[in-house]
Nanobody, 122 residues
Framework: QVQLVESGGGSVQAGGSLRLTCTAS???????MAWYRQAPGKEREAVAT???????TYSPSVQGRFTISKDNAKNTLTLEMNSLKPEDTAMYYC?????????????????WGQGTQVTVSS
């Protein structure tokens, strides 16, 4: 059973940057990996995914501001977040898919991290 641990959340002013890191307890090579977020009263949504082959996708709301990257040698997943907005405030979760693709839907996720809070003030 893989364990995913997120770090790097915090509070920042609008326009600022944060880097989130997810460390997996076992290898993630070949798996689809994703970052999700959930704001109070809202559904959990995928903001960025990286397939087993390295193809990346982004939610339109973060396209051009967030960058997802994997380091298979270190079993880590990173989310670089720039030009942060108050609407980016949420709990952010690392996720490993059930396969090499389709982890952008909750049904395609096989493991979740515990989450890390990101708060952006205006």
């Amino acid at each position: 059973q893989v364990q995913l641990v997120e770090s790097g959340g915090g509070s920042v002013q609008a326009g600022g940057s944060l880097r989130l890191t997810c460390t997996a307890s076992i290898y993630t090579r070949g798996y689809c990996m994703a970052w999700y977020r959930q704001a109070p009263g809202k559904e959990r949504e995928a903001v960025a995914t990286s397939s087993g082959s390295g193809r990346t996708t982004y939610s339109p709301s973060v396209q051009g501001r967030f960058t997802i990257s994997k380091d298979n040698a270190k079993n880590t997943l990173t989310l670089e977040m720039n030009s942060l907005k108050p609407e980016d405030t949420a709990m952010y979760y690392c996720a490993r898919g059930r396969s090499s693709v389709n982890c952008g839907a909750v049904t395609g996720v096989g493991a979740w991290g515990q989450g890390t809070q990101v708060t952006v003030s205006s």
